[in-house]
């Protein structure tokens, strides 16, 4: 019948460390005890006490060797610092850079937890202005007589009118926000 009186194992699991049950605990349905694992070993999402179930103990398992990770996942523009491997283990982390003028955003690691990669980063582009767009918008470096220039995600471009003024309300100092710039217009 339903009404058996459920009954959980006081034995501790071979890969627990720490069992708060001990062998004269008559553990009921619904009980929880705390328990730890042995070195090496993580319990099953991260949990501190097992719950006693009309299927014995949850999380099943308590614990487990921790999963190895494969090759971290491409970084857009933008490289590990070190030849990937094919296998990283538990815990193993691995640095990131992005190419020349990109900028990263975010931490540059990315860690292997339990057969994922966690570790969000993103690098962010820069912006080009050329001669093309020079003469379109009628305008020069401030600065510089180039007429190409790279600038980073979050640097500042000036720019002066080739002739006649700005167009109302074009600021001649603006900002590459990831690859992204506003051009003033001179006539």
Known sequence: SNCDKVICSNQRDPFVSYWGVYYWHQKKLGDTASYTCKRGYKSTNGATRATCTRNGWTPKPLCHAPVHCGNPPPLDNGDTTEAPKYVYSHDERVEFRCQNYYVMEGEPFKTCVNGEWRGDMKCLKPCTVNKNLLNKHNIRFKYTYN????????????????????????????????????????Q
């Open 147 to 186: 007429d190409k220039l790279y600038s980073e995600h979050d640097d500042e471009m000036e720019f002066v009118c080739k002739s006649g003024s700005p167009v109302a309300g074009n600021d001649m100092r603006v900002r590459c926000l990831d690859g992204e710039i506003r051009l003033p217009t001179c």
